[in-house]
C-alpha cells in the first residue's frame, strides 16, 4: 500500500561539515527555545482554552510554527 523511499527530493553535497553550525541549527529546530518546541507548546496549550476561537488562533500558530 505504502511505498517508502528514502532518498532526498534536492541532492546535498557537503563539502565541509561545520559542527557549531549543525548544533546552532540543532538547538533552533529541537532545543528548549526552538521552533519545534514552541509548536509543541501552542498545541498542547489549545486544549485548556475554554473558547473556540482561541483554540483555532492557536492551532493556527502551532501550526505555523
Known amino acids: 500500500m505504502w511505498i517508502?523511499?528514502?532518498k532526498l527530493?534536492?541532492?546535498v553535497?557537503?563539502?565541509c561539515k561545520d559542527l557549531r553550525m549543525a548544533k546552532y541549527l540543532l538547538t533552533q529546530y529541537g532545543g528548549p527555545d526552538?521552533?519545534?518546541?514552541a509548536a509543541?507548546?501552542?498545541l498542547n496549550q489549545r486544549?485548556?482554552?475554554?473558547?473556540?476561537?482561541?483554540?483555532?488562533?492557536l492551532t493556527d500558530i502551532?501550526?505555523?510554527e
Open 4 to 6: 517508502y523511499e528514502k
Open 47 to 57: 486544549y485548556t482554552i475554554p473558547t473556540n476561537e482561541a483554540k483555532g488562533l
Open 9 to 11: 527530493e534536492y541532492p
Open 13 to 15: 553535497k557537503i563539502h
Open 62 to 64: 502551532g501550526t505555523e
Open 34 to 37: 526552538g521552533e519545534l518546541s
Open 40 to 42: 509543541i507548546r501552542y
